[in-house]
């Protein structure tokens, strides 16, 4: 039978290991604790490492952020699943994330309409289950539901170094077309109207 000093010491280690997971990692992300934890190893110097070695292990890590911001596609084809990198994690998450996209309305960036920079990406299906893009103006930041227009928009982009393009379907309300349109009104107002002899 263990003595009372060997249960009091096993219930405070107990507790001290609760009270500084409260405090110190509770709510944070596994790659967040991943980072906190190498970090406090470091510090410590506690490591077997040397410190060189666990600085260099703690920024080689990726996350499934990095993952889907290097392997995904706005657009995937045959081709995209060819290569040495198809295998790897990194490419099958993004194609699962690719997979659970809803592909039949894009929602726009106009926000730099002026410039004639649009960026467009794919409902989630949270923003399918709102309405958002569909039965609400498609534009990033704008709700509106009256008076909605369809645009199929010609949508040409760089991804992967290469040059693509792709016929994307949005619902915008009158301003958000406007934006839209912005580029083109202003060329034919440049042009003036045309002369008919």
Not at 67 to 86: S, T, V
Request: glycine share 10%.
């Amino acid at each position: 039978m263990a003595g009372f000093g060997a249960v009091r010491a096993d219930v405070y280690d107990r507790v001290s290991r609760s009270q500084y997971y409260r405090d110190n990692l509770a709510g944070l992300t596994a790659h967040e604790r991943h980072h906190k934890l190498l970090a406090e190893l470091q510090r410590d110097g506690s490591s077997q490492q040397p410190g060189d070695a666990a600085a260099a292990a703690l920024a080689s890590t990726v996350s499934d952020e990095d993952a889907l911001k290097a392997h995904h596609r706005f657009l995937r084809r045959p081709e995209d699943e060819e290569g040495e990198q198809a295998g790897s994690w990194g490419a099958r998450l993004a194609r699962r994330y690719y997979a659970r996209l809803f592909k039949e309305f894009a929602i726009a960036d106009l926000s730099r309409y002026k410039e004639q920079k649009i960026g467009m990406r794919w409902r989630t299906q949270q923003e399918v289950v709102s309405g958002k893009g569909q039965f609400s103006c498609g534009a990033r930041g704008c709700s509106e539901t009256a008076g909605l227009c369809s645009f199929e928009v010609n949508f040409a982009y760089v991804e992967a170094g290469q040059q693509k393009q792709a016929l994307v379907q949005l619902r915008l309300c009158p301003g958000c077309g406007a934006k839209l349109n912005y580029g083109r009104e202003k060329a034919y107002r440049r042009a003036g109207p045309l002369r008919s002899e």
